[in-house]
């Protein structure tokens, strides 16, 4: 049974510092995504990772995989105030459709 | 459309009441899924449509929820004499791909249910 963990669940920080969200799996797959979720909203896609090595940037977001490791990052550069927000690892199964969702990160950013 | 429709936004049933909810996903897209996610958590799947036909049902909680997508575009998740433990929003999301979305899936907003 594929399980995906995310750490941390919860992080208070304040703009302009740097943090990294992991996201754990535990077995084999090719396919990671990175969503996130503004409160009352509906999931954005921020990322597809299909391969190991693979690293995408976007702004002050930068995803990357690991799949010998079975681990994902998404690092945050120099935060702002508007990257507050719940952030989600999902993780495609071999075996069929599914994604499979990591609990989420809830980052709250200070001024 | 430009983006997948879900309705209603909103939704109250008194238990035991049957419940539909409606995804209109974006034009042409091959794949659609549903998803619940309780409040505070991730979303857990619950079925996966690849055209009409339903290709995995195996994550609907009981045989009280049954969906469809008769014509391989529009879909309704529909929940029979609904308990409480079913309020949860209830995400639909659309994929141009038939499988593994390596373009990412699109959400809608999603239908929140409360069930009293």
């Known amino acids: 049974e594929l399980k995906v963990e995310q750490n941390p669940l919860f992080l208070s920080m304040q703009e302009g510092k740097n943090y990294t969200i992991y996201c754990n799996y535990s077995?084999?797959?090719?396919?990671l995504y990175w969503y996130r979720q503004d409160p009352g909203k509906s999931l954005e896609s921020l990322f597809v990772?299909?391969?190991n090595g693979a690293v995408k940037q976007e702004g002050r977001l930068m995803a990357s995989l690991d799949t010998k490791a079975r681990l994902s990052t998404l690092h945050i550069t120099a935060a702002v105030h508007d990257l507050s927000a719940t952030y989600f690892c999902?993780?495609?199964?071999?075996?069929?459709?599914?994604?499979?969702w990591g609990a989420g990160t809830k980052l709250i950013i200070k001024p | 459309g430009a983006g997948v429709s879900q309705s209603p936004r909103y939704k109250v049933a008194k238990r035991g009441q049957d419940v539909a909810l409606r995804c209109d996903p974006i034009?042409?897209?091959?794949?659609l899924f549903w998803y619940q996610q309780a409040l505070g958590q991730g979303p857990e799947f619950l079925t996966y449509?690849?055209?009409?036909?339903?290709?995995?049902k195996s994550g609907l909680p009981s045989d009280r929820f049954f969906a469809e997508r008769p014509e391989g575009s529009v879909s309704t998740l529909k929940i029979q004499r609904t308990q409480q433990e079913d309020s949860a929003v209830y995400l639909c999301?659309?994929?141009?791909?038939?499988?593994?979305?390596?373009?990412?899936?699109?959400f809608g907003s999603g239908t929140r249910l409360t069930v009293v």
């Open positions: 999301a659309s994929s141009p791909f038939a499988a593994g979305g390596k373009d990412g899936y699109t």
């Open positions: 999902a993780v495609g199964m071999d075996s069929n459709y599914q994604l499979i």
């Open positions: 990772l299909l391969s």
């Open positions: 034009s042409g897209h091959v794949s």
């Open positions: 077995t084999t797959s090719d396919r």
């Open positions: 449509f690849q055209n009409e036909a339903q290709l995995d």
